[in-house]
Structure formats: C-alpha cells, structure tokens
C-alpha cells in the first residue's frame, strides 16, 4: 500500500525519505535514507540532550533533531515538495512535530498499530496531540481508528476515512472450488489462525472434500501445524507459509469462502481495515470474520459474508458448519462481495480522493 501511494500519487510525482532502503523497493524515486545522514560527535551530544528533554516534556525518547532535520529540510526543498504524505501515524507525529512549522502541508495516514496499541503509551498521545496541531489533514483506513485515537480526545478537524483499497482489475474472481477456504496473512497473534485452524478442522472432519489453505508466515505457523497434525486433517489443511503475491492472488480467485478471526491482542493491538479481506471481496469470496476493528465496515452481514464476536469460537464453528452444509448462497454472496469491492474498494478511485484533499491544502 505504501509503495503503491509511491508509485501511483500524483502520476509517480513523487520523492521519497524513509529509514531504510528496504522499505522502498518498487520504482526509482528520489530519495534520503535517514540511516545514513552523518551523526557527529556533536550531533550525538545533542541526541541525548534531545531525550532528556523529551523525558521531561513527557515525549517519546526519540525525535527529528539537529542534523537529521536540517538534512530531511534541504531535501524538501531541492525536491521542490508541496506536500508531505506520512504512511504510518506514528512516523506522521514525528514528523510533523519537527518539522510542521517548514511550510509544507504534511498528512499522514494511521493504518492499525499506531492508533491501537501505540496509543495506549502517554507518551506517544502527548506527541500526536502536539503534531496534530500542526497537521494539515489525517487519513484512517477504518472508522475504529479513528474513533480509537478520538476516545483520548485525540481529534483532528480535517480527518478521512479511506481504506488502502484493491486493484480491481487485477483482483478478479476466477472458477471457484467446491468447499474451499483461505486464509492470508501474517500467522500472528492478532489474527489469531490458531482459532481459524482448529474451527475448520472440528467442522470438516465429516466432509472430506471441503480444504482450508492457510498463505503467509509468522511466529503461530508451528501451531497451527501442530493442530492439523493433532486432528489429522493434514491432507484437507496445507499451510503453505509466506508466498509471493501473484500466488496469493490465484488461490484466492478460485476459493469460496474467507476466513480471518481478528483479534485486539492483549497488548492493544488491533487491525484497521484488513488488506487480505480487500482482495478477498475483489476476488469474490464471501468472509467469514470477526467483529473486529475496521472489519464490519468491509463486510455486511448476510450480503457479502458473515461476522462473530471475537473468540466466539462456537460461533465462529457454526459459520463454517453453515458454509459446508450449503446454508449461505456462495454464488450471490461472491457476486456482492465483487460489487461492493468494485464501488468502494479500487485503489485507484481512492487515491484520487486522497490527492484531491492533499491538493486543496496546497492550493490554500
């Protein structure tokens, strides 16, 4: 989504400043590695003297300071930049507390973590409360972040709902299988797949044909294994780990139903608007997920998929059981989750809206 907005925003009239090169991959963009801007023996004086006074301010202990800024400065300027778009709210904040005052409209775009489980530290909503003062607008992919960061009186007047969206053209539903599931995305706490994975293998144990396969790696990828091996169920449940997109996005187009039971970890942290349950209504499956974060403004139950509370797994078996018996009309659903993506999904549509409230900050 990142290197998308890289690509695409404004024709590819862009130039780029992050931390690491690995973060920017795609395309040639103008660019500062913030990594390798000089850190003088003064420069280092002057970082601890930053995070002692951040300490006292009761800011984050790191911050844009000394040489760092100038550098980030000079770059905007030889760039000739109009506008600054942060992707991530918690680089935005930072960002646009150092350098807010330069003249340039900076926005930036919260995404899931950094309005979930950052905003749980005072710290990080003393920094946001600063810089929101000083940003021209702000992007959320779902309307739960940015009602999460309003429950800490953290509100931004020119505020967006706009999630990253799909290419439609590309996402498209092929000849669905009979009976299969997916699941794609980071095997992590969040999600919690271990749930999507022993619901599946209590509910299609008596239905031999109905397979679940599970794309993406992570941290629970052994634990969930470990539960296909305990209900020998290895031969309708294939975890296949991290794979690239053009596989993903193959398995997706021919699979029927969507599974994802999302989660808010106990640390705080909480999905936006899920990327995998974008493609997945572009594809034509129908979802079957949790009532979690941004998810209910994607999915409308009954029409393009059903939703449980989060860790209801009796309710979440009972979805499935309903998907295998022949319960919902797979046909119809896959035909409005493919609509709904088509009106208010296509990344392309999206970024033009983004553009045209970045544009008008410019213009004033």
């Not at 992050?18 to 660019?31: G, M």
């Not at 800011?59 to 000739?80: C, D, H, M, V, W």
């Given at each position: 989504?990142?290197?998308?907005?890289?690509?695409?925003?404004?024709?590819?009239?862009?130039?780029?400043?992050?931390?690491?090169?690995?973060?920017?991959?795609?395309?040639?963009?103008?660019?500062?590695?913030?990594?390798?801007?000089?850190?003088?023996?003064?420069?280092?004086?002057?970082?601890?003297?930053?995070?002692?006074?951040?300490?006292?301010?009761?800011?984050?202990?790191?911050?844009?300071?000394?040489?760092?800024?100038?550098?980030?400065?000079?770059?905007?300027?030889?760039?000739?930049?109009?506008?600054?778009?942060?992707?991530?709210?918690?680089?935005?904040?930072?960002?646009?507390?150092?350098?807010?005052?330069c003249g340039i409209p900076i926005f930036t775009y919260y995404r899931g973590y950094d309005a979930t489980m950052r905003a749980r530290s005072a710290r990080q909503r003393n920094l946001i409360?600063?810089?929101?003062?000083?940003?021209?607008?702000?992007?959320?992919?779902?309307?739960?972040?940015?009602?999460?960061?309003?429950?800490?009186?953290?509100?931004?007047?020119?505020?967006?709902?706009?999630?990253?969206?799909?290419?439609?053209?590309?996402?498209?539903?092929?000849?669905?299988?009979?009976?299969?599931?997916?699941?794609?995305?980071?095997?992590?706490?969040?999600?919690?797949?271990?749930?999507?994975?022993?619901?599946?293998?209590?509910?299609?144990?008596?239905?031999?044909?109905?397979?679940?396969?599970?794309?993406?790696?992570?941290?629970?990828?052994?634990?969930?294994?470990?539960?296909?091996?305990?209900?020998?169920?290895?031969?309708?449940?294939?975890?296949?780990?991290?794979?690239?997109?053009?596989?993903?996005?193959?398995?997706?187009?021919?699979?029927?139903?969507?599974?994802?039971?999302?989660?808010?970890?106990?640390?705080?942290?909480?999905?936006?608007?899920?990327?995998?349950?974008?493609?997945?209504?572009?594809?034509?499956?129908?979802?079957?997920?949790?009532?979690?974060?941004?998810?209910?403004?994607?999915?409308?139950?009954?029409?393009?998929?059903?939703?449980?509370?989060?860790?209801?797994?009796?309710?979440?078996?009972?979805?499935?059981?309903?998907?295998?018996?022949?319960?919902?009309?797979?046909?119809?659903?896959?035909?409005?989750?493919?609509?709904?993506?088509?009106?208010?999904?296509?990344?392309?549509?999206?970024?033009?809206?983004?553009?045209?409230?970045?544009?008008?900050?410019?213009?004033?």
């Open positions: 989504m990142v290197n998308f907005h890289i690509e695409n925003m404004f024709d590819g009239n862009s130039c780029v400043c992050c931390k690491e090169e690995r973060e920017y991959q795609t395309v040639k963009r103008p660019l500062l590695l913030r990594s390798q801007i000089d850190r003088s023996p003064f420069g280092r004086v002057l970082g601890a003297v930053a995070k002692v006074s951040n300490k006292i301010r009761k800011l984050p202990a790191n911050s844009i300071y000394g040489n760092e800024r100038k550098q980030i400065l000079e770059f905007l300027k030889t760039e000739n930049v109009d506008v600054v778009l942060c992707d991530f709210g918690c680089i935005g904040a930072e960002v646009a507390d150092s350098i807010g005052d409360a600063r810089a929101f003062k000083k940003m021209e607008g702000v992007f959320f992919v779902s309307e739960f972040l940015r009602d999460n960061l309003a429950r800490y009186g953290l509100v931004h007047p020119n505020s967006h709902v706009l999630p990253s969206g799909v290419n439609t053209d590309k996402f498209l539903p092929a000849q669905k299988r009979k009976a299969s599931f997916i699941a794609v995305g980071r095997l992590i706490e969040k999600k919690r797949p271990d749930l999507t994975v022993e619901a599946f293998c209590k509910e299609a144990k008596s239905n031999p044909e109905a397979t679940l396969e599970i794309l993406g790696g992570g941290p629970m990828q052994e634990q969930c294994q470990e539960i296909v091996r305990r209900e020998g169920m290895e031969n309708q449940v294939k975890l296949f780990g991290e794979q690239p997109h053009e596989i993903v996005l193959k398995h997706l187009q021919q699979a029927e139903f969507f599974l994802q039971h999302s989660v808010t970890s106990p640390g705080g942290d909480a999905e936006g608007a899920p990327t995998s349950i974008q493609e997945a209504l572009a594809c034509g499956c129908a979802i079957l997920a949790t009532r979690h974060a941004g998810i209910p403004d994607l999915v409308t139950e009954g029409q393009t998929g059903h939703l449980v509370d989060e860790l209801d797994q009796d309710g979440y078996r009972s979805l499935i059981r309903a998907a295998l018996a022949g319960d919902y009309n797979a046909a119809q659903m896959s035909k409005n989750a493919r609509d709904f993506a088509v009106a208010n999904l296509d990344n392309r549509d999206l970024i033009k809206r983004v553009e045209t409230i970045m544009e008008k900050a410019v213009k004033h």
